[in-house]
C-alpha cells in the first residue's frame, strides 16, 4: 500500500520550534498515502493542512478513474531495452537516476557526523525530500520503479536504516516535535512510497533490518497511537512498509523470525476499525498476515475465520466499484492475499464454501487482464485441494470454460499459461499416456499416500484413472527399464524458481560436464509446456528441487513438485536460500529429507562434489554415448550458459556475491567485475596499498572484516 498525497512541500529550514510540520499532517499523509496508484494531490506550499483536505482528497482519489491494467506488474523486470526507449523519451528522469549516486554518496559522507550528532543534516534531509517529490513529479509506475530500483543499489535501504535508528534512539524513544520529527515523517513518506513500487528496495529493506524497526513500533504505540496523531502516523506507516515489504518472498524469513508478529498484527485487525484516521490498519494487518503467517501458525487463522471474512468482504466491494479498489486495495492485491491464504488446506477449504468462487469467476469473465491472472491464479492453488477440484468442475463449469476460452483464444502469454495451469490441475493429465512402473522398493499405490502429505496435495496422477494398469509386482527385470524408458536414457530434472536461474544453470552445466543427462527449463513454464515438465518428471531418475521461500510461494513449482512427488520420483533438495526451512505443502513432501546447501558461493565446488556422489550413475550418458558425444565435438549437446568469470561480473552481481558475505559496508555493494580483479592483482603486487585501501576507501576497519573479505576474494577463480 503506497502512495502518500503530494510531495512536502515546506521550505526546509535549519532546526526551529516555529517551523513545526502541521500536526495533521501526519493523519493526512497516513490516510491518503495508503491509496495506491491514486493520482497525486499536490499539498500547496507553506500551507497547513486541515481535515477538510483529507476528505477531499480522499474523494478525489475514489473518482480518479484508475485502471490497473496501466500498471506494470509489481514482479516484473524490466529490460534494458525498455530502460532505453523511456530514458529517450523521459531525459530528465535519467538525468534524476544518474545524479541518485552522487546525492547517496555525499549523504553516506556525513553519516558519522550525523551519527555523534544525533541528527540529520539539512543536505541529507534534502536528499530525501527530493527524491520523495520526485515519485509525484513521476506518475508512471514503471518511471517510480526505476527510481526505487536505483535506490536500492545505491545503499539507500541501508542509509534510511541507520538515520531512523540516529533520530528514534535505536527505535527506543522518538523526539516527537521540531525538526528531528520532520526528518522522520520525510523518512518515513519515503520508504512508505518507493516500498510500494520496487521491490529491490523491499529486499533491501529487509537485509538492512529496518523492517524490524517498523515492527517494534507497531509494539510500542499499540495502546497509545489512537490519542496521538503522530504515532497514528507511525503505526500506520510502520504497517504500510510491513506489507508492501511482505509481498516479497524474500523477506517472509525476517517476518517469521519476529516475536509475536502473528499475534501483533491479529491485534491491529481486529481492534484498528474503530479509529477513523487509521482505520485502513485493519485490513492492512489483515492482509499481511496472509503472506507472513506459517503453517504452524496457522491455527490462529482457522481458529477465527474473520480473516477470511475480512478480505473476502474487501474483494466484493471492490468489485463492486468502477475503479474495483476498497479502502484502497484493488481487487487484485486483496486476491493475492486470498491466494496465499489458500496454500493450507484448511483455509482452501473456508475460503471456497464462503463463496469465493462468485468472484472469481467474475474477474475471470469481465476485469482486465491483471485481474483474470490472479483470478486464474488463485482457482490453481484452490484446485490443489480434492474437494474444490470437484465442486468447481461439477458445480461451477463455467469457470472451467472460462479458464478454456483464455488459453485458446488470449494472445498474452501470462494469461494463457496461467490458464493452461490451473486447467491441467483440475482436469488432470487425460491427454499424456502414461504407463507408470514403480520400482520394486517402492510399492505405493496411487492414492495410497501418507495421510499428511495428501491433505497438502491434490495434483493428477499420471493415468490415475486407470490405477490399477499400473504394476505393482515389478521383477528384478523391472528395475532397469522404468515407465517403458531405458534406464541408460533417463535424467537428471531441475526444478526450480526464476530467480535463481543463474545457480541453477551453473549446477546444469556441471552435471553436464560430468556426464549427466540434464532436462532444465530455460524459459518460462506455461500453456503446451506443462505437457514437457510432465514428460520430464516421468522421464527422470532424479528431481533436483531449488528450496527457498519463492519455490514454495510458486504454483508452477507446486505443480512440479507435487507431480513428481505421486510419480514416485527420487527427489534432491537443494538449498538456495540461507535459513530457508519448508513448510506447508513443500515441507510435506520433502520430509526429513537431507538437502545440499547451495547458499555459500565459496562452498560450491564441495557441495557440488557431495551432490554428485548422492546421484551416482543415476541420470548419467552410457560411456558409448559420451564417446559419440566427444567424435561428434559435443553437438548434440543442449546448448550451455556459461556463468561469467568473476572479472566480468557487474555491479547487480557483486552485490548478490557481497550479500553472501554479509558485510554491512555499502561501499563494498558498488564494486564491479574489474574492480575486485584490480583489488585481487594488488593484493598480491601492493600489499600496503591494498589494505589501506580496504580501510580508507572501502571502509572495512575491523581486523576480523579485513580477514574476511581478503581469505573471500583470494578463492574467486
Known amino acids: ?325 476498497m479502502d484502497g486495495f484493488t481487487a487484485t492485491e486483496l486476491v493475492e492475499g486470498l491466494k496465499k491464504l489458500a496454500s493450507h488446506p484448511r483455509n482452501s477449504e473456508v475460503i471456497m464454501k464462503k463463496g469465493v468462487v462468485l468472484s472469481l469467476k467474475r474477474m475471470l469473465k469481465t476485469g482486465t487482464e491483471e485481474e483474470k491472472i490472479a483470478a486464474a491464479k488463485a482457482v490453481w492453488v484452490l484446485a490443489f485441494n480434492d474437494r474444490n477440484k470437484s465442486e468447481i468442475t461439477n458445480v461451477h463449469q463455467e469457470v472451467v470454460t472460462l479458464l478454456t476460452e483464455m488459453r485458446s483464444q488470449n494472445e498474452h502469454n501470462g494469461l494463457r499459461n496461467v490458464a493452461s495451469g490451473a486447467l491441467w490441475v483440475l482436469e488432470g493429465k487425460s491427454s499424456h499416456k502414461a504407463n507408470i512402473m514403480r520400482k520394486k522398493k517402492k510399492k505405493k499405490k496411487p492414492g495410497q499416500l501418507p495421510a499428511d502429505i495428501t491433505k497438502h496435495m491434490s495434483m493428477p496422477m499420471p493415468d490415475s484413472d486407470n490405477s490399477d494398469e499400473i504394476s505393482s509386482s515389478s521383477s528384478e527385470e523391472d528395475v532397469g527399464e522404468e515407465d517403458g524408458i531405458p534406464a541408460e536414457t533417463k535424467h537428471i530434472m531441475i526444478s526450480y524458481q526464476w530467480h535463481y536461474q543463474k545457480l541453477m544453470i551453473k549446477v546444469k552445466d556441471s552435471l553436464e560436464e560430468n556426464g549427466y543427462r540434464v532436462w532444465m527449463d530455460v524459459v518460462e513454464m506455461g500453456g503446451s509446456t506443462l505437457q514437457k515438465m510432465a514428460d520430464a518428471v516421468e522421464k527422470a531418475d532424479v528431481v533436483l528441487v531449488g528450496l527457498s521461500q519463492r519455490y514454495k510461494d510458486s504454483v508452477s513449482c507446486r505443480t512440479e513438485a507435487e507431480y513428481a512427488y505421486k510419480c514416485n520420483t527420487d527427489v534432491i533438495p537443494l538449498l538456495l536460500e540461507k535459513d530457508y526451512k519448508p513448510d506447508g505443502w513443500l515441507g510435506a513432501i520433502l520430509g526429513a529429507k537431507f538437502y545440499f546447501d547451495f547458499t555459500n558461493f565459496l562452498l560450491y565446488e564441495p557441495t557440488f562434489h557431495s551432490l554428485q556422489k548422492e546421484l551416482g550413475s543415476r541420470g548419467k550418458r552410457a560411456e558409448s554415448e559420451l564417446k559419440m558425444l566427444i567424435a561428434d565435438d559435443l553437438q548434440m549437446l543442449p546448448p550451455i550458459i556459461k556463468i561469467k568469470n568473476f572479472s566480468e561480473w557487474n555491479s547487480e552481481e557483486v552485490r548478490e556475491w557481497i550479500s553472501t558475505q554479509n558485510y554491512k559496508q555499502i561501499k563494498l555493494r558498488e564494486l564491479d567485475g574489474p574492480e575486485l580483479m584490480f583489488l585481487k592483482k594488488i593484493r598480491t603486487e601492493a600489499p600496503e596499498f591494498f589494505y589501506r585501501l580496504l580501510t580508507e576507501q572501502l571502509q572495512l576497519r575491523h581486523l576480523k572484516d579485513l580477514k574476511k573479505f581478503t581469505e573471500a576474494l583470494e578463492e574467486l577463480i
Not at 303 to 323: E, F, K, M, P, Q
Request: glycine share 4%.
Open 1 to 325: 500500500m503506497g502512495n502518500a498525497v503530494g510531495p512536502l512541500k515546506q521550505k526546509i529550514q535549519p532546526p526551529r520550534d516555529d517551523n513545526l510540520l502541521s500536526p495533521t499532517l501526519s493523519a493526512e499523509v497516513s490516510n491518503l498515502t495508503a491509496r495506491r496508484k491514486s493520482s497525486a494531490v499536490t499539498v500547496p506550499a507553506n500551507r497547513r493542512i486541515s481535515r477538510l483536505d483529507v476528505v477531499e482528497g480522499m474523494a478525489k482519489l475514489k473518482t480518479s478513474g484508475f485502471k490497473e491494467s496501466q500498471i506494470a506488474q509489481y514482479s516484473e523486470d524490466v529490460s534494458e531495452e525498455k530502460k532505453t526507449r523511456i530514458f529517450q523519451e523521459y531525459p530528465e528522469l535519467k538525468e534524476i537516476i544518474l545524479h541518485m549516486k552522487v546525492s547517496i554518496d555525499a549523504a553516506y559522507k556525513t553519516l558519522d557526523n550525523d551519527s555523534m550528532n544525533k541528527t540529520m543534516s539539512l543536505s541529507v534531509r534534502r536528499t530525501f525530500e527530493d527524491t520523495y517529490s520526485n515519485y509525484f513529479e513521476f506518475p508512471n509506475h514503471t518511471h517510480r520503479r526505476l527510481i526505487g530500483d536505483k535506490l536500492a543499489n545505491e545503499g539507500a535501504a541501508r542509509l534510511v536504516t541507520t538515520y531512523m535508528n540516529i533520530l528514534s534512539n535505536d527505535g527506543e524513544e522518538y523526539i516527537m516535535e521540531g525538526y528531528t520529527y520532520e526528518c522522520v515523517e520525510i523518512l518515513r513518506s519515503f520508504c512508505w512510497n518507493y516500498t510500494d513500487v520496487s521491490i529491490k528496495l523491499c529486499d533491501e529493506f529487509g537485509r538492512a533490518g529496518f523492517l524490524t524497526h517498523m515492527y517494534n513500533d507497531l509494539v510500542k504505540f499499540k495502546d497509545t497511537y489512537k490519542s496521538s496523531e503522530k504515532e497514528s502516523f507511525i503505526v500506520l506507516s510502520a504497517m504500510s512498509v510491513i506489507y508492501n515489504c511482505a509481498k516479497s518472498s524474500s523477506n517472509i524469513k525476517y517476518f517469521r523470525s519476529m516475536n509475536g508478529i502473528v499475534d501483533t498484527l491479529l491485534w491491529y485487525s481486529k481492534n484498528s476499525k474503530d479509529h477513523p484516521p487509521t482505520s485502513l490498519l485493519a485490513p492492512l494487518s489483515t492482509i499481511t498476515l496472509a503472506y507472513v503467517v506459517d503453517d504452524e501458525q496457522n491455527d490462529l487463522i482457522s481458529a477465527d475465520d474473520s480473516v477470511i471474512d475480512t478480505i473476502l468482504n474487501l474483494v466484493r466491494g471492490a468489485l463492486a466499484t468502477s475503479t474495483h479498489m
